[in-house]
């Protein structure tokens, strides 16, 4: 039901138009652009917000609203159709059907959790003077000679793999080191810290590409594999400096995975899987996965598995010590980027690139009954290329390539906040529960630390759903 009328004071012209609009994804905020000002050649549209029982208005002009348009451009994918630009000045009819089409496009907005909970929109609709959201603060920064690949965290050290991501950078620098052998320049480097960064540990450098990176906590040691098929092996000491280093050429092309299980090197190389003991040397074992390239190789401590996808989609669960595959799960998404798996829940994670999916399904069941059926899938939008899993506030993050980091509720399986984090790619993030700190590594040649609120409203429960 739509009711309109004019009104005229202080030479003003008014124009109200009066609608009812809800949105059950967006309950506590309303929006309403249902009446204008006109002084001469300016325009103003008089928005009301309605949140937490408090209604205001404030005055834009089209070029204002236009401006946040533009910025949400910068974040979010499949926004709403902006209203355009006229060239010439509007007569009244026109400024009401502007009116409406803005009303139109804000109401979509509202649709939107991710986007109303922006500091973009809240900025905007001063809804924080209402109804205060918490937002993630940057606490730390390190800037980086190379771009972030891989991190591994634990409550001792933070290890960095840190590699050129430009190819013309590469081979200026392959052809470089091969007419001066004196002055070689670093393709890939492994950087260790100590606890928060306080002090650098060591570092290693590599003139071919590091390609992936493992870390095994109860043996403080880690292994990295490169692109020309060799992977070095450290141990480290009691002070978390290198104790031992050895290298296996265990493949003639490149290293896509590898996981260290207590001494042994499990790495995927095309369609194959190849384990080589790093005490007794001349054990080594090459079996044959499938048919097409392998790409992600994970290793659980607790289930004692280890978990492999391929470059289409497909994943294969097998028991350590390695004797046969025992289930393959298909996930119809090809391109995977990364695995996780949740042992308290018997989840098994999966995130693939483009376009990006979230797969969630029941290992556990599935290694008993032989099949895994898929309990979630859902699609992401963004061309991600990361995640980390808060099983204590039911939320996932993920790293998209456009540098921003979407959160997600599992409950309504809908993202409810993104961030800009990155200028490029988040290509790594590690989620610390007990301190509610987010790990993030970009191509931009940064790593940040960011703090999470424990609630994301001022009048928000403590406590957190989960899944």
């Not at 109804?131 to 591994?152: A, G, S, Y």
């Not at 790409?295 to 994943?315: F, H, L």
């Not at 309990?375 to 506030?393: G, P």
Request: proline share 2%; aromatic share 12%; glycine share 2%.
């Amino acid at each position: 039901m739509k009711n309109a009328y004019y009104l005229k004071f202080n030479n003003k012209s008014f124009y109200l138009l009066q609608t009812s609009m809800s949105n059950k994804n967006s309950q506590e905020i309303k929006i309403q652009v249902g009446s204008f000002i006109q002084e001469k050649s300016i325009i103003k549209y008089i928005i009301t917000v309605e949140c937490s029982k408090k209604r205001w208005q404030i005055y834009k002009r089209y070029s204002e609203i236009e401006l946040i348009h533009n910025k949400l451009i910068e974040m979010y994918n499949d926004l709403p159709q902006f209203p355009k630009k006229q060239l010439f000045h509007l007569n009244r009819s026109e400024i009401e059907f502007r009116m409406q089409q803005l009303n139109d496009y804000l109401n979509q907005l509202q649709s939107r959790m991710e986007i109303m909970n922006s500091t973009i929109i809240r900025d905007f609709l001063i809804l924080d003077q209402y109804d205060e959201f918490l937002h993630p603060v940057q606490t730390q920064i390190r800037i980086l000679n190379m771009c972030l690949k891989d991190i591994h965290e634990n409550d001792n050290i933070t290890l960095l793999l840190l590699h050129d991501s430009s190819i013309l950078t590469r081979i200026d620098t392959y052809m470089n080191n091969m007419l001066d052998s004196t002055k070689k320049s670093p393709i890939s480097t492994v950087v260790c810290f100590s606890q928060n960064f306080k002090q650098k540990l060591f570092s290693k450098e590599y003139f071919k590409t590091l390609i992936c990176m493992n870390f095994n906590n109860s043996e403080n040691s880690f292994v990295v594999g490169l692109s020309s098929g060799l992977v070095y092996y450290y141990r480290l000491d009691d002070k978390y400096t290198i104790d031992m280093e050895e290298q296996f050429q265990i493949s003639q092309t490149k290293i896509s995975g590898c996981v260290l299980v207590q001494r042994e090197i499990h790495a995927i190389t095309s369609n194959f899987l190849k384990i080589q003991n790093t005490k007794k040397i001349n054990e080594f074992q090459e079996i044959t996965v499938g048919q097409h390239d392998l790409t992600n190789i994970i290793y659980n401590s607790i289930r004692n598995i280890i978990v492999i996808a391929n470059d289409i989609g497909e994943i294969y669960i097998c028991q350590v010590p390695f004797v046969k595959i025992g289930l393959k799960v298909q996930t119809h998404t090809p391109q995977i980027k990364q695995l996780l798996i949740d042992n308290e829940r018997n989840y098994l994670m999966a995130l693939n690139y483009d376009p990006s999916h979230i797969i969630i399904f029941d290992f556990a069941k599935g290694l008993q009954n032989g099949f895994a059926q898929i309990k979630t899938n859902v699609e992401v939008k963004n061309k991600s290329l990361c995640f980390e899993w808060s099983k204590k506030r039911g939320e996932i993050f993920i790293g998209n390539e456009d540098g921003t980091i979407s959160i997600w509720n599992v409950q309504d399986l809908q993202p409810f906040y993104v961030f800009k984090a990155h200028s490029k790619g988040v290509n790594m993030i590690i989620w610390n529960e007990d301190k509610s700190l987010l790990l993030t590594g970009s191509d931009d040649e940064t790593l940040k630390q960011w703090y999470f609120p424990k609630k994301w409203r001022v009048s928000q429960a403590d406590n957190f759903s989960t899944f």
